[in-house]
């Protein structure tokens, strides 16, 4: 039923070219959840494969539009970590820099801020990334492939957006784990 919904939402934007959808249901969806069901992985998920469906129709008329519901999706998606989310928001992405190129002379001011606040979130989180691994922390590879997987993507659309240097600090982490990885494997 979910992927009919989709479907139709895709062929009403076909009819409807210049409609103008407001995402204000994520904001409603996550302020009516229960604090004891903080996980908001299936609205966030569903969410974003309904931003990807409206951003194949009418990208600049949406990024505009929603510009405060994009910055909260991607926080969440960062927060969360989700690798399944996390192609679903590559797909957003790629779609937001190409209808927006980053350094792009006509792209509005409130899109440079999403950008900058972006790339704020990146800084953030490959943070605890690149630490030293803490014992016990079997996220981290989670994290590490959720971090890798948006960064590739950034490259593909937007070469000068990812600092090398956030590279070089997640392969010196994961050089790390591999020596000790490999040191702990002969003490066996």
């Not at 569903?46 to 194949?56: A, C, S, T």
């Not at 539009?65 to 969440?76: A, Y």
């Not at 998606?77 to 350094?103: R, T, W, Y």
């Not at 006509?106 to 999403?114: A, Q």
Request: glycine letters at 4%.
């Amino acid at each position: 039923m979910y992927k009919q919904a989709l479907d139709f939402l895709s062929k009403a934007l076909e009819v409807w070219p210049n409609a103008n959808v407001k995402f204000n249901y994520l904001e409603k969806l996550l302020s009516s959840m229960p604090p004891s069901q903080s996980d908001p992985s299936t609205a966030l998920a569903q969410g974003l494969d309904v931003m990807n469906k409206v951003l194949e129709k009418q990208p600049h008329l949406f990024i505009k539009n929603n510009i405060s519901q994009i910055s909260q999706f991607l926080e969440l998606s960062f927060k969360h970590k989700m690798f399944d989310a996390g192609k679903s928001l590559c797909s957003l992405l790629k779609m937001v820099f190409i209808a927006f190129p980053h350094d792009g002379a006509s792209t509005p001011p409130d899109i440079k801020l999403l950008y900058q606040k972006f790339s704020e979130l990146i800084q953030k989180h490959v943070h605890p990334v690149t630490a030293p691994q803490v014992s016990g922390d079997d996220n981290s590879l989670g994290s590490i492939s959720f971090v890798l997987v948006v960064l590739k993507t950034l490259a593909e659309v937007q070469k000068n957006f990812v600092d090398p240097y956030v590279l070089v600090h997640i392969l010196q982490r994961l050089s790390r784990d591999l020596g000790s990885a490999a040191g702990a494997h002969p003490r066996q």
